[in-house]
């Protein structure tokens, strides 16, 4: 599983990372995939996510 932002289309809710911080972080007010970034809960995040920034491969 390949989570990866558009960082293009991600607006900086923060939202994935609430969900989901063990895949998600912060940073310069975009998310991002932390290294190892997988987990259950990443799906989640993916159909929270306001904009569809998120996709999994
Ligand atoms: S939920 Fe979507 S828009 Fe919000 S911070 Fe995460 S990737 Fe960006």
Do not use: H, L, Y
């Amino acid at each position: 599983m390949k989570v990866k932002i558009n960082k293009e289309k991600c607006i900086g809710c923060g939202a994935c990372e609430s969900i989901c911080p063990e895949v998600f972080v912060m940073k310069d007010g975009k998310a991002e995939v932390k290294a190892k970034g997988t987990g259950k809960c990443a799906k989640e995040a993916t159909s929270s996510c306001p904009v569809e920034a998120i996709k999994i491969n």
